[in-house]
């Protein structure tokens, strides 16, 4: 079984460089674009669902990608929404470096907890599509730190629109792509 994670298109706060988070922001027209063009970074597999983040941006995305592919648009699951970014949600880098250049923003969500929602997320996507090549459309953060635990290294910033590939060996993972590009081939558990 092959998964996908997709993190969804650019909106015009990705644009303006403002911290999202559990905001739902919806695509622009470059995000649009970026749905349709993964559609191609994704030909060669087999792929027979997308589920995503219930956050519109990501939702849309994974629409698109259905469609591109004709496949099924299967449900969203709340444990993949974006992190929780408290008081830093809307806010500029700016802003962010003015008033919390810690990062530590009221409100943040713990990375523990982001990751914990992104591998109880893959337990129910495999409990529920079993060895159906799966494509999951979320958020450049749970992403980012989910595939990081999973595989026990460090992955740098996810790029809206991007693909990062993995798959089900036995009872661990084994990332293939990460940004649309290849991984030396790394055993995750």
């Given at each position: 079984?092959?998964?996908?994670?997709?993190?969804?298109?650019?909106?015009?706060?990705?644009?303006?460089?403002?911290?999202?988070?559990?905001?739902?922001?919806?695509?622009?027209?470059?995000?649009?674009?970026?749905?349709?063009?993964?559609?191609?970074?994704?030909?060669?597999?087999?792929?027979?669902?997308?589920?995503?983040?219930?956050?519109?941006?990501?939702?849309?995305?994974?629409?698109?990608?259905?469609?591109?592919?004709?496949?099924?648009?299967?449900?969203?699951?709340?444990?993949?929404?974006?992190?929780?970014?408290?008081?830093?949600?809307?806010?500029?880098?700016?802003?962010?470096?003015?008033?919390?250049?810690?990062?530590?923003?009221?409100?943040?969500?713990?990375?523990d907890s982001v990751v914990a929602?992104?591998?109880?997320?893959?337990e129910r996507i495999n409990a529920?599509?079993?060895?159906?090549?799966?494509?999951?459309?979320?958020?450049?953060?749970?992403?980012?730190?989910?595939?990081?635990?999973?595989?026990?290294?460090?992955?740098?910033?996810?790029?809206?629109?991007?693909?990062?590939?993995?798959?089900?060996?036995?009872?661990?993972?084994?990332?293939?792509?990460?940004?649309?590009?290849?991984?030396?081939?790394?055993?995750?558990?």
């Amino acid at each position: 079984m092959t998964l996908a994670f997709i993190r969804h298109g650019q909106t015009d706060w990705n644009l303006a460089d403002r911290l999202q988070g559990t905001s739902d922001i919806p695509l622009n027209d470059t995000g649009r674009q970026q749905a349709r063009d993964a559609v191609a970074t994704l030909a060669g597999v087999d792929w027979e669902v997308i589920v995503s983040s219930p956050l519109i941006r990501a939702r849309e995305t994974a629409a698109i990608i259905a469609a591109g592919l004709d496949i099924e648009l299967g449900p969203s699951y709340d444990e993949l929404v974006e992190r929780a970014y408290g008081e830093g949600e809307g806010a500029t880098a700016e802003v962010i470096a003015e008033r919390w250049p810690d990062k530590n923003y009221p409100g943040l969500e713990s990375l523990d907890s982001v990751v914990a929602r992104g591998k109880a997320a893959l337990e129910r996507i495999n409990a529920d599509y079993g060895d159906r090549n799966t494509l999951i459309v979320c958020h450049g953060t749970i992403i980012r730190y989910t595939l990081s635990s999973l595989a026990g290294r460090t992955f740098e910033q996810i790029h809206n629109g991007s693909v990062a590939t993995f798959e089900k060996l036995g009872d661990g993972w084994r990332v293939l792509t990460v940004n649309d590009e290849p991984v030396t081939a790394v055993p995750v558990g």
